[in-house]
């Protein structure tokens, strides 16, 4: 069965300063993965995607992910956080021939000045 | 814009009651989902529906039901609430083969 794995509870950063947040996934084949973010208050938003090809892909807001499949990761980064993005990361991997996605647990961002 | 509309963001209800969480999207989305949030855990999938009347069980469907009898709606029913459903519900849909999910504002539920 496919499972996520975010090894980060929680993490602060300074505002201006860089950004990695750790997501590994347990699936056989090659998986998609996703990362989404979570405000407060807010539903679900997708920031990005990986389905094949470019393993450094491009998301919203100014983040990037790269797929590792060596190290089974799709660590999510961003070089320059701003306070707005003080949310919870959801990692996510789906499964071919079945639609159902797997969340990890969650990452919550804090941004000090 | 999509928008996946849950019908309350706030619930409070007696163990024992019969409680129907409502979801409703506007894209003529094959897929529709419930998750439940609860701290530490991440989202969880209880149902998922693929096309109307069709459910397919998620990871922790015990305790709780589903029904589609249109495309756009997908309600959750819980037949009997109980302290320990207390948790964030979160409704979702999209088309198939992963593309993107859009999930509504949730409802938190609160049984007492």
């Known amino acids: 069965a496919q499972s996520v794995t975010q090894p980060d509870i929680h993490i602060t950063v300074s505002e201006g300063a860089s950004l990695e947040l750790r997501c590994n996934y347990s699936y056989g084949a090659t998986p998609y993965l996703f990362w989404y973010v979570q405000s407060p208050g807010q539903g679900l938003q997708l920031l990005l995607k990986?389905?094949?090809?470019?393993?450094l892909v491009q998301g919203i807001k100014g983040f990037e992910a790269e797929f590792k499949r060596s190290q089974s990761s799709f660590n999510l980064r961003k070089p320059s956080v701003h306070w707005s993005d003080a949310a919870e990361y959801f990692c996510?991997?789906?499964?071919?021939?079945?639609?159902?996605?797997?969340f990890g647990t969650g990452t919550r961002l804090t941004i000090i000045p | 814009d999509v928008k996946v509309t849950q019908s309350s963001r706030y619930l409070v209800k007696r163990t024992g009651e019969k409680v129907f969480l409502e979801c409703v999207q506007d894209m003529d989305h094959e897929n529709m989902f419930w998750y439940r949030q609860d701290p530490g855990l991440g989202l969880r999938l209880i149902y998922f529906?693929?096309?109307?009347?069709?459910?397919e069980k998620g990871d922790i469907p015990e305790g709780y039901s589903v029904s589609r009898e249109k495309k756009e709606r997908f309600s959750l029913i819980l037949e009997s609430a109980s302290t320990n459903q207390t948790s964030m519900y979160l409704c979702?849909?999209?088309?198939?083969?992963?593309?993107?999910?859009?999930f509504g504002q949730g409802t938190r539920l609160t049984v007492v």
């Open positions: 990986y389905f094949s090809g470019d393993t």
């Open positions: 979702a849909s999209s088309l198939p083969h992963f593309s993107e999910a859009f």
């Open positions: 996510a991997v789906g499964a071919v021939g079945n639609e159902k996605l797997t």
């Open positions: 529906s693929y096309d109307v009347k069709m459910k």
